[in-house]
């Protein structure tokens, strides 16, 4: 499933105050300011799009669809509100609202039909392996339930039911071996196939959050697919 990303018109306003650029008066630096990372993924499959606020602010340059993801926006820490909106109107959909420190690298995931919810994750990268590749597994596809995942022939630990990730408990990134895969979702009753990506490229070093989105009963766009998102 390919990713489509979108930016924060914030970001653009602090783009330049987050570059250390250097002064035109000779041997003057500007010191590099301090950031909080954001990465926004949207996998509510609902059929309308959702604008972004953050403090109130609009920062979605346009519609926020399922599927769309906003990766590694740097922000300037401090006490952050998101709020999401139906495009369009101002009939909010979720919220969240927390300190996001500097350097800290957060994860905000939207999920869900009706309501639509939405989930933060404070990352945590030191067991992340520099040698294998890593990926965690989260099923988003309201309806479904007791899901297993599969990367090539190998079984995901834990079968998930919907929104399971949201305890926290699935967080942590597993350890595999990189390289090309098919990335498979499978209902764990019936053995059934429920969606499949093939020549999934896990590559050395980095860290991935897979995803099970869409609805078991659409066939278009908002079907049930496997969505990679690189962390």
Do not use: W
């Not at 309308?48 to 769309?68: M, R, T, V």
């Not at 926006?73 to 999401?84: E, I, M, Q």
């Not at 995942?149 to 990730?165: C, H, L, M, R």
């Amino acid at each position: 499933m390919v990713t489509k990303k979108h930016r924060f018109l914030a970001v653009l306003a602090i783009a330049a105050a987050l570059t250390g650029l250097t002064s035109c008066l000779k041997n003057t630096t500007t010191p590099q300011q301090p950031y909080t990372l954001v990465t926004l993924v949207n996998t509510a499959p609902t059929s309308y799009s959702a604008d972004i606020y953050l403090n109130n602010k609009k920062a979605s340059d346009q519609p926020y669809a399922f599927g769309n993801v906003a990766g590694r926006s740097a922000l300037t820490p401090g006490n952050l509100t998101f709020d999401f909106k139906k495009a369009g109107s101002d009939s909010l959909l979720a919220s969240t609202s927390a300190f996001f420190d500097t350097l800290q690298y957060n994860t905000i995931i939207l999920y869900g039909v009706s309501p639509v919810n939405v989930y933060r994750i404070h990352e945590d990268f030191s067991n992340v392996s520099q040698s294998k590749t890593n990926a965690r597994f989260f099923n988003s596809a309201p309806g479904t339930d007791n899901v297993d995942f599969y990367v090539g022939a190998t079984k995901v630990p834990g079968a998930q039911n919907f929104a399971d990730f949201t305890g926290g408990g699935y967080n942590s990134f597993l350890i595999l071996e990189p390289g090309n895969n098919t990335i498979t979702a499978k209902d764990a009753t019936t053995g059934n196939t429920l969606a499949t990506l093939q020549d999934a490229n896990l590559l050395q070093g980095y860290a991935y959050t897979v995803f099970l989105v869409g609805l078991k009963t659409e066939t278009g766009d908002r079907k049930l697919a496997i969505k990679v998102v690189t962390q």
